[in-house]
């Protein structure tokens, strides 16, 4: 039973962040107050009604409760939480949207007390499942983690995924608050205010659910108490409330989404707001202070072992890299999209089975989780055909402003996967990834360089795509080889080079190929092993420019915006010719041989173009 | 009550498909025998029980039920149904997998009962959901569109976007079919062979649903028979199954996910399978000869009406036009993602409701019923953020494989969009829609060229890819000037030219901007709008190129695989130099202008890099 004492107290702080939620988008002239407003008493029981535990002058403190704004264009009441918290001045508040201000439109980690940004609908409760996952089976600690959803996104399949997901994994300790408050963007949401239609659906994924009314403060921290008594379930509480709650004249109207007020209107609405104690403070509760367990780095690192005679395919050197390193990277993770024996995850499954994640296929909901991982210090390797990280693009794209630590691993790359046929092929994946904000972008030809730059994306802080072949292909390099980021190798040079061909990937196997063909009729050519496409090796390109006149790009992907692009930007400005073989015909099953012909990516191809423009 | 003739001649069909699907994996070396023989009963009632109606004389016939396989990988039981159907023959059967064979390992369109390409696990129910809308809503037919799902594949989200928009339509007329064979790619499914956990869920989502022993002919067949008195509400059919259905050794074991049978394997199957009547053939239903009323296109077009000097913001303009040249393209549709308000294809929907469909929140689905409504003759506008067009790359990606004509349109490009910040920012989607071949990307800077580009949009057969911009730009071009794809517009030109400026929305205007400072100092530069980024106007590029002997580009985009890469692509070997401005920083909230300054993508960053290389 709650104290009317207590109530009165969240009252107050409510009306304090009606206020902070008028005041900062009335002078910011944009954002969305009525989204805000509707949240209020759901957001001010959860922080000042002694149920979340968070430590306000250490928000990175590890058995912190984690909270998440899904719906993150309420970013107004986030900040005039912990404005409410003590943490920032109307001062502070006053800079909201102001370029420069860590109070951004949708939140962003310039905030400290955000999590991850959010802003593209439906990706809170993913990035909540990856944060519930790491404190139920990796730090093991108490804390819980909570995610506003509004009821709009519900309609996001992600949402979904992670249901499903945070359900078999019996995350109890995920706590989705659903705002539903009836009026999405331009109009009534599929289900209006019928709590049971979502109740219904919510329930048959697994999850606890409760519905309340959203506006009184005695249901609310009722709903959160049974919330935190939940055992082997994540739970879901539904709390019915007004779109643009406490000021009458945009109370539950259509056409007020995203609409601040003006200073008129912003008058009347003080007005109905009446009083305001700006001195109230809510207060925080602290959680246990607990650390998970260190994760020593330790043990030797075994050494590569690959016999220079037997092809191994880069995908299963992948595997096999994760498996290795693990003893130096302890804080490392491996999640795959039910393809772990396609992509060789399955190797650091057996060896490590307590840190593979099985996310099944849902790519969305996986890059979410890796995201809410990565924000609580683990290395995710999140790993899938190539192809099916298209899936998750828009995650992707989100996590380019929390900061991120993941890698992503695409493997069957190219037409050269073979039979299967094009909608396995991945295609547009460097393109994809080269247009990540800092991403770095790795294509290893062959087991040795895939497993040291497995190594050195691990050692990177940041977003890391590499790109795995299906097929074997030969050992090039010994076990003491170097690869940097940033770097490249020069496999066949002289003084008699013709030309420059740059390849990665299937396409250097077929390069060398060529090479030695052309040698045989005493055409030299360079051959560059363009590991890492981005950043991109300018310094040994524009040598190879100089010195050979020509540079041939050959690419087992579409041309636009992949290592041909990137070599053209690299060599910016260069006057010497550039030419770009890629996948420019539209693909089909058929033999990988007949594939990389048929595309003219293959070695007959490479010497053809070769002997056409030297 | 089926007669037991009925029931013995879908065995003996049965029994022949079971036979095609080994001979053609095993044949092929590659393929999913396990994963089609568990759905063979499913589909032999399907097509052969009376149920489907089909001409399989004319696949294209508008009243055509349609047969989508969501679970591409089931492709040999596709094929064999039509070889049973007797449409292929052993000889046309041996070609799969083969190249140039249009027995693709994943269904294509490059066979004609295929209705879109599948084989990217969780697509196939959105693509019906664009057909059954299409019959109910825009044809007025009665045809039917089922859809062959996996179990896996449920967890994908797009499945669950796809359920509660059919739902929320009231689509009868949709029938999903899953094949619960309990085994994925690598082990067991989350739910098993729990059909109730499927029943569970599909019917909280508004489903009519029925579970059945997916390998019993009577079961299947009062199943489908139920299925077709639906009347408000779509029908998901639950079937157990078996993976490997028909061969013991084969049947419910892990590790046979897309492995074809050895030659010594497949000589003991067929042994299990018996005596197979090779000359049984199916009968397939007719459908009623009824033809789609048809769209007559009439009516004076209204001419342009943008008066010189009020701007008007191209998202704005996009509607305009949707309304205006809907009489000349009576097959035009829009779909938008609960954002009609902000890319205004809300005016659209008001012109035409009967045209627009509310997508909501999903845009995965979006992209899926997209294609859906492209393959039955619809000209789908699909609508929303460019940023959130990221949220559907995969649906757009396998697009690409069935000769899709959806025009997509991005709205809120780039920095420009200010305060909201870069969750709501498109600054990766020139590269995306770039990378899609074939594909065509427009980028208008005033009101009357996105007028103009919207129907060419509409008259190109094939996908297309328009970006709007948020802000109220300058009207730059009169009711009569013309735009091509693959066009451009020389702006401003002189003998003096000392550099070329190419830019496109916001930094068009910006370069136009830059021109009348420089002028004032007597420096000129050409300026070229470049609108169409793909395919790319080489001709006049390399004109101008020769012409100032410098270019500079300038895009609200990150650089990789961008407008700037595309000018380098397009005049490549031109010994010009190529300057690129673009997004380089991680972007923030602010106001438009300060946010194109820091980006060094505005009329100051212009003018400084034009004095800076010429």
Chains 1, 2 share one sequence.
Not at 410 to 420: L, P, R, T, W
Not at 446 to 464: C, F, M, N, W, Y
Request: charged share 25%; net charge neutral; glycine share 8%.
């Amino acid at each position: 039973m709650v104290s009317e004492t207590k109530i009165e107290e969240i009252r107050k702080i409510a009306a304090l962040i009606r206020y902070y939620i008028l005041f900062m988008t009335t002078e910011a002239g944009s954002g969305h107050p009525t989204s805000s407003l509707s949240a209020t008493e759901l957001m001010a029981c959860l922080l000042f009604g002694g149920i979340f535990r968070f430590d306000v002058d250490h928000p990175k403190c590890p058995n912190n409760d984690r909270l998440i704004f899904s719906k993150g264009h309420a970013s107004p009441l986030f900040y005039a939480l912990w404005a409410a918290a003590g943490e920032l001045t109307e001062k502070d508040i006053l800079t909201y949207r102001k370029f420069g201000s860590p109070l951004e439109g949708h939140p962003t980690v310039a905030f400290p007390y955000v999590e991850a940004a959010t802003g593209s609908l439906g990706q809170g409760l993913s990035i909540g499942l990856g944060m519930a996952l790491n404190a139920k089976l990796l730090d093991k600690l108490p804390y819980r983690t909570y995610v506003l959803l509004g009821d709009s996104e519900m309609a996001e399949g992600s949402q979904w995924e992670s249901m499903e997901i945070a359900s078999h994994y019996k995350l109890n300790n995920l706590i989705g608050v659903l705002d539903v408050n009836r009026l999405g963007q331009r109009g009534e949401t599929m289900y209006g205010w019928d709590l049971e239609a979502y109740e219904k659906r919510v329930s048959s994924f697994g999850w606890k659910t409760r519905t309340f009314d959203g506006h009184s403060i005695p249901e609310i921290l009722a709903a959160y108490e049974e919330a935190v008594r939940a055992t082997d379930q994540p739970v879901m509480l539904i709390g019915k409330t007004i779109k643009g709650k406490g000021v009458s004249f945009i109370e539950n109207k259509n056409g007020w989404h995203g609409r601040a007020l003006k200073r008129e209107e912003y008058n009347r609405a003080l007005k109905e707001l009446g009083e305001i104690d700006k001195s109230v403070r809510g207060e925080v509760s602290l959680p246990e202070d607990l650390k998970p367990k260190e994760q020593v780095a330790g043990g030797p690192v075994k050494k590569l072992d690959y016999p220079a005679d037997k092809p191994v395919a880069t995908r299963k050197a992948y595997g096999n890299a994760l498996a290795r390193i693990f003893q130096q990277f302890p804080n490392l993770v491996s999640l795959d999209g039910e393809v772990s024996n396609s992509t060789y995850a399955e190797i650091f499954k057996e060896a490590f089975p307590e840190r593979f994640f099985e996310m099944y296929i849902a790519e969305q909901n996986m890059v979410g989780a890796a995201l809410g991982l990565s924000r609580r210090g683990k290395i995710p390797f999140v790993s899938t055909f190539g192809a099916f990280l298209s899936r998750a693009f828009d995650q992707v794209r989100l996590s380019q402003y929390s900061d991120a630590n993941i890698k992503f691993v695409g493997s069957h790359a190219g037409v050269s996967i073979g039979e299967d046929g094009p909608s396995q092929m991945a295609l547009e994946d460097i393109a994809m990834f080269r247009a990540i904000l800092g991403s770095v972008v790795l294509y290893p030809s062959d087991a040795v360089s895939t497993e040291r730059l497995v190594e050195e994306a691990a050692r990177h802080d940041g977003i890391v795509f590499i790109r795995t072949t299906r097929m074997e292909t030969p050992i090039l390099y010994g076990p003491e080889e170097k690869f940097a980021i940033g770097g490249s190798k020069t496999l066949r040079k002289s003084e008699k080079d013709r030309a420059t061909v740059i390849g990665a990937g299937v396409t250097l196997h077929e390069a060398l190929a060529a090479y030695e063909a052309l040698k045989k009729e005493g055409v030299f050519i360079r051959v560059i092993d363009l590991y890492s496409i981005k950043p991109i090796d300018e310094a040994t390109l524009r040598q190879a420019a100089g010195a050979t006149r020509t540079i041939i790009t050959v690419e087992d992907h579409y041309p636009e915006g992949g290592m041909g692009e990137a070599v053209r930007s690299g060599l910016s400005n260069s006057p010497v010719p550039i030419h770009s073989l890629a996948v420019r015909k539209k693909p089909k099953s058929g033999k990988p041989g007949e594939l990389l012909d048929y595309e003219e990516i293959s070695r007959v191809a490479i010497i053809k173009k070769v002997k056409e423009v030297v």
